[in-house]
């Protein structure tokens, strides 16, 4: 193939991808876009940000705060005071932690690698726990036994601890979120699960 051929084909190719608006345009433009994000972009972003999952769905309402970005963190904190208790933890304390408003089911956070004597209480990790999904949740607690380390977590949004967050290995580690990229987006995915869900997790948060 030569070098007036290989511009043709591009050329083609290109109208194809981003000009073609009959709907065998749309089929290969999709396809396209699929290859390049699966194949290209996200082995790239994982790579780069030193986890196999750095953009991560919030699933359920477990570190949802009541109004969400526009919650009163005084309020929501008087009734969360004796829950954070039991792990010393105090209001001016927990004032300065990362997503000290929570965030939203739905809601795409950006996730990086997580060394484990780099994280510190009130870092957001994610991490397996034996469930069908990663869980996202906030380090309360962190203790070293054997030159290892092991976190114990809590969403913001639960009553207490799930059993398999009390004492979670540096080996079940994913990543460390960092910041929430869009909120909401991740209805446009989790539309369709919605229907397999058990009733009481269905739905916004509130």
Not at 62 to 72: D, I, K, P, T, V
Not at 194 to 204: A, C, K, L, M, Q
């Amino acid at each position: 193939m030569n070098k007036e051929s290989v511009k043709k084909f591009f050329e083609k190719f290109w109208f194809i991808v981003w000009k073609d608006d009959s709907p065998k345009g749309w089929l290969i433009s999709l396809i396209f876009l699929f290859v390049v994000i699966k194949f290209i972009f996200f082995p790239l972003l994982s790579f780069v940000t030193g986890t196999s999952l750095p953009l991560a769905i919030v699933e359920s309402c477990s570190m949802y705060h009541q109004g969400n970005l526009f919650s009163n963190y005084n309020n929501w904190w008087e009734n969360q005071d004796s829950k954070y208790f039991l792990f010393k933890l105090n209001k001016t304390e927990f004032s300065e932690f990362i997503f000290k408003k929570g965030f939203n089911k739905a809601d795409i956070l950006f996730i990086v690698g997580a060394k484990p004597e780099k994280l510190e209480i009130g870092d957001v990790i994610i991490f397996q726990a034996g469930t069908k999904n990663p869980i996202i949740h906030r380090i309360v607690n962190i203790t070293k036994e054997n030159e290892k380390f092991y976190f114990s977590t809590m969403g913001d949004n639960n009553a207490g601890q799930l059993g398999v967050e009390k004492k979670i290995s540096q080996e079940q580690l994913i990543g460390k979120a960092v910041f929430k990229i869009m909120p909401y987006a991740g209805w446009v995915k989790l539309i369709f699960f919605e229907p397999f869900r058990p009733e009481g997790e269905r739905g916004f948060c509130d």
